[in-house]
């Protein structure tokens, strides 16, 4: 399983709505794609991308706001662009 399979997994199964652990691992499963995407790529939209969501994930925890919209985004995205 790769690692954009993981976390499209875990956001489709609402697995971490249970568990606010599972909620940071899946921050951090985003930012890793991410990061290895565009070291894999040298893409600048990946880099964008990546900046985007790590913006969005800060916003997310620093004003509270919706989980599900951030990760319902992260899936729309990235199934497009790949």
Do not use: C, G, R
């Amino acid at each position: 399983m790769s690692l954009k399979e993981l976390i499209l997994y875990l956001i489709n199964f609402k697995l971490y709505k249970n568990n606010p652990d599972l909620t940071n691992l899946i921050y951090k499963l985003i930012e890793s794609y991410f990061h290895y995407s565009f070291l894999n790529n040298k893409n600048l939209d990946i880099y964008n991308l990546y900046e985007y969501f790590i913006k969005k994930i800060n916003y997310t925890n620093k004003f509270n706001l919706d989980i599900e919209s951030l990760f319902l985004e992260f899936k729309y995205k990235v199934a497009v662009n790949e």
